[in-house]
């Protein structure tokens, strides 16, 4: 039972693949063909694509109890909540960055296919889903899931601060590299976004760290009434 709330923020040193729950096909036939001694592939329990992580992600694992303020309104609104902490995040580090509400998604998934660019739902980068953070081209900077269960509710989110290798990822999984081409124009990072003025991973941490200890202590167990 989670009483309080508690987060983690990471990142992997070695590249992995976490897969989507409803991946778990994919999963076995990585294992059958040895394909996961090239790298880790792990199942997830919560929805959506698969991950590359790496270090060119920083990762946020955070707990909260069932009756939190982030929590109680339900899974749209916990995306809410994390999606515009990232966003507003990012903006005070330089990074033009917005929570993309559900009015928009359509409007961001058209203009991203009239450049050429289509979904790609088997991959976490690869789609958009409500709350996500984008630049202001819609191309994708963190990407979010969830698990709730009587005993809390788990957000995850996965923030890209340099580029990721998409052909890795379209290779382990047996997709033709063009698509990794999409992959990378459907998203962005933070060194792109900040090509002249990097900044250090430890200053993400650090910020990203003060920013969840001043919303959830803003945030008690106790219904919000934010519409």
């Known amino acids: ?3 309080d709330p508690r987060w983690r923020i990471g990142i992997c040193q070695q590249p992995g693949v976490v897969l989507g729950c409803s991946q778990r096909a994919v999963h076995d036939r990585l294992h059958s063909e040895g394909k996961r001694n090239e790298i880790e592939v792990v199942l997830r329990e919560s929805g959506g694509g698969a991950v590359l992580v790496g270090p060119w992600m920083l990762s946020l694992s955070l707990a ?3 009756d939190h303020a ?3 309104q339900g899974s749209l609104h916990s995306y809410r909540q994390l ?3 990232f966003a507003e995040t990012l903006r005070a580090g330089g990074v033009g960055a917005h929570a993309l509400c559900p009015e928009k998604m359509n ?3 058209i203009a991203l ?4 660019l289509p979904p ?3 991959a976490c980068f690869g789609d958009l889903s409500p709350w996500e953070v984008v630049n202001a081209e819609g191309r994708k900077l963190v990407g979010l899931a969830q698990r709730r269960r009587s005993t809390g509710t788990l957000l995850v989110a ?3 601060v340099e580029r990721p290798p998409w052909s890795m990822l379209c290779a382990l999984l047996d997709h033709p590299d063009r698509l990794a081409d999409i992959l990378r124009q459907r998203t962005t990072d933070c060194a792109r976004e900040l090509r002249n003025t990097p900044t250090p991973l430890s200053v993400w941490v650090q910020m990203l760290h003060a920013a969840l200890t001043d919303a959830l202590t803003r945030n008690p167990c106790v219904a919000s009434t934010e519409a």
Not at 113 to 116: E, H, K, L, T, V
């Open 1 to 3: 039972m989670v009483r």
């Open 64 to 66: 909260l109890p069932r």
């Open 70 to 72: 982030w929590s109680v």
């Open 83 to 85: 999606g515009r902490l």
């Open 107 to 109: 409007d961001a998934q």
């Open 113 to 116: 296919r009239d450049r050429g």
């Open 120 to 122: 790609l739902a088997w």
């Open 158 to 160: 996965g923030l890209l």
